[in-house]
C-alpha cells in the first residue's frame, strides 16, 4: 500500500511515494509552469503521479495528498484564488485527480500539510499537540490537535503568524499592527535588521547596507552571528523573543506546549531559538513555564509533500 | 430525567435542577461556608442536591455537575488549589458526591461551566463554535468547540484573559505584560479609568475620584456613559476597542467567529460593544473581517450553574 504526497508551489511540485511505516520509496520535482494556466499544472500533477508510479504497482496505490499555497476550500477540494498559481479561481483539483487516478484524493493547504508532515514524519511524531511555524517570506503556521490538523469554524484556521504582541506596533500586510509576521517574515526581518546595523559599523554585515535593499538576507545574518557577531545575534534573539511572546500567547489559549519551528530563518539556530524560548517561558502562565518546548523542524522543504502524504492517514 | 448543575463560589454555592429539552425546574442558592473548610462545603453541596430533591423524584436524577473556581483537573475530578476555597488542595469532590448521590458527577472549572450553560442555555445555542469572555475581576473564558469544552493538553485551555496584546504593556498580575486582562479586569479598568477621568474635571465621575480608591467602579462608568459622558464613553470604548484586538488574535488563530461577552463589566453595552466590534473586525484577517459577531451572554450569574448542569450532556 502506497501513498503519494504532492506539494504545490509556485515554481516547482515536489512529490513523494511513501510506503508503508512511513517509508520513502520515491521523490521527484518537476517544474508547476504556474504562469501557463491550470490545465498545464494539472498536466505536472499527472506527471508527477506517473513519474513515482515506477517505482510502484498502480494497484498498491490507496490516494493521493495535495498541499497547495493560499486558501485551499479542503472540503470542496478546491484552491481558492492562490497568490502564485495565476488562473486558479476554483479549480476542482481533487475532482480532476480522482477521476484520472480513481483513488482517494484529499487537499489542504500548505503550511498545515507542513505541519502534518512534522507530525507523521518529523520533529512531531511523539507529540500529539502542537503548532508548527514556518518563518519564510511570511510566518505560515498550522495547528495540530489530537495528531490532525485543527481547521476551525471555515479552513482558515491556524493563522499564527497573524497574532498582534503590539497593537501599536510596525505596520502588517493583512492590515493589522504588530502581528508577528511584521517582525519575523523575510522582508520584516531583514528591514528591522538593516535600521539596526546602521548604528553599528563595527559588525560585518555593516558593509551590506551600501549594496542597495536585497544584499542583507536573513542567511548573512545567521551567520554573522555564528561567527559571534553580538549585533546579528541580538538581532536574531530579539526576534526570538517576540515570537516566544505570541507562543505564551497560544499557549494560554490553547493549552499547547509544544511548538516546532522550521523555515528559511529557523537555521539561524542557538540565538534565534534561545529568544523564543525566554518569551514564550517567561511569558506564558505559571502552569506553562519551563514546559513550553521549542522543538526544530525535522525535514526542510520535504515537510509539505510529506504532510500532503499523511493527509490520507487522518480521518 | 433531571440533572443537578452546581456553581461553587467563594460565597455562595448556587444550584439548580433541569428536566428534559433543558427546562428548569429548581433553583436554589446556600452560603459555602468556604472558611470552614472542606468538609463543612461538601456538606453544603450534599444540602443543596437534597433541596433540589424536594422537586423531582431521587430516581429520575441521571447526574450531578459542578463547576468550580481555579484549576480543576476534571479528569481525575479534583479541584486544585483553589483561590478563594482554602484547604481544598487535591479534594476528590467528584468522588464524594458519586459515593453519596450514586450517580455520574462530573466537575469543570467555573469559566469553561459559563461557556458552556451559554451553549446550551443562553446566547451560543445556535452556534457551534465560540469563545465565552466573561469580564469580572479578572477576564475569564472558555472555549467551545463543536459544542463541547475545548480543554487542550492538560485541561489549562481557553485563557483567552492572558492574552497579550503589547509587549511592553501593564503589567499583568500573571507575570506578564499587556494581557487583556491587565485592560478589563475591574481592579485594571477602574485605575485606568481614574487616571484618565483626573484631566476631566467636567465629567460627573471626577468628584468620585477624592473619595478615596473603591469609590469609583466599573458600574460607575456604564452608568455615566448612559447618562451620556463622553469620558466615560471613551474609556469602555477603549477597553472595548483592546478586547476586540484580542478577540482578532484569537479568531486568526482558531477560526471561530462568534464571542460572547458577560460579566458585570459587560452591562456597559453599547461603548464597549462598539469598541469590541470595531476592534475585531478592524483588525482580524480579511477572510474574518465584518463576520466576526460579538453578542452579549445571556444568562448573568446563573451561566455557571447551568454549565456544570450540561457537562453530563457532553461526552
Not at 509556485?10 to 518537476?30: E, H
Not at 480532476?96 to 480513481?102: A, E, K, N, V, Y
Not at 545574518?221 to 505570541?246: C, M, N, R, T
Amino acid at each position: 500500500m502506497t501513498t503519494i504526497g504532492i506539494d504545490v508551489g509556485g515554481t516547482n511540485i515536489k512529490a513523494v511515494l511513501t510506503g508503508r511505516d512511513r517509508c520513502i520509496l520515491a521523490k521527484l520535482s518537476l517544474p508547476t509552469y504556474a504562469e501557463r494556466g491550470p490545465d498545464v499544472v494539472i498536466g505536472q500533477l499527472h506527471a508527477a503521479v506517473e513519474g513515482l508510479l515506477e517505482h510502484a504497482s498502480r494497484d498498491d496505490l490507496s490516494g493521493i495528498g495535495i498541499g497547495a499555497p493560499g486558501s485551499v476550500d479542503f472540503e470542496r477540494g478546491m484552491i481558492l484564488h492562490p497568490p502564485n498559481l495565476p488562473g486558479w479561481e476554483e479549480v476542482p483539483v481533487v475532482a480532476l485527480m480522482r477521476d484520472r487516478w480513481q483513488v482517494p484524493v484529499r487537499i489542504d493547504n500548505d503550511a498545515n500539510c507542513a505541519a502534518l508532515g512534522e507530525a507523521y514524519f518529523g520533529a512531531g511524531r511523539r507529540v500529539a499537540h502542537f503548532v508548527g511555524i514556518t518563518l519564510g517570506t511570511g510566518v505560515g503556521s498550522g495547528i495540530i490537535i489530537d495528531r490532525k490538523i485543527y481547521h476551525g469554524e471555515k479552513g482558515y484556521g491556524g493563522e499564527f503568524g497573524h497574532t498582534s504582541i503590539d497593537y501599536n506596533g510596525p505596520p502588517c500586510g493583512c492590515g493589522n499592527f504588530g502581528c508577528i509576521e511584521a517582525y519575523l517574515g523575510n522582508s520584516y526581518l531583514v528591514a528591522n535588521a538593516r535600521e539596526r546595523i546602521l548604528h553599528h559599523p563595527e559588525s560585518p554585515l555593516y558593509a551590506l547596507l551600501s549594496e542597495g535593499t536585497g544584499a542583507l538576507t536573513p542567511r548573512h545574518i545567521s551567520e554573522a552571528a555564528a561567527d559571534a557577531d553580538p549585533v546579528a545575534f541580538d538581532i536574531l534573539y530579539d526576534a526570538g523573543f517576540k515570537l516566544g511572546i505570541a507562543i505564551a500567547n497560544a499557549a494560554n489559549l490553547l493549552d499547547i506546549t509544544t511548538f516546532i519551528i522550521g523555515g528559511g530563518v529557523s537555521a539561524a539556530g542557538k540565538p534565534l531559538f534561545d529568544g523564543i524560548a525566554e518569551g514564550a517561558n517567561g511569558r506564558a502562565l505559571k502552569v506553562h513555564r519551563g514546559f513550553i518546548s521549542i522543538l526544530p523542524a525535522a525535514l526542510g522543504n520535504d515537510a509539505g509533500m510529506l504532510g500532503a502524504a499523511s493527509l490520507l492517514a487522518t480521518p
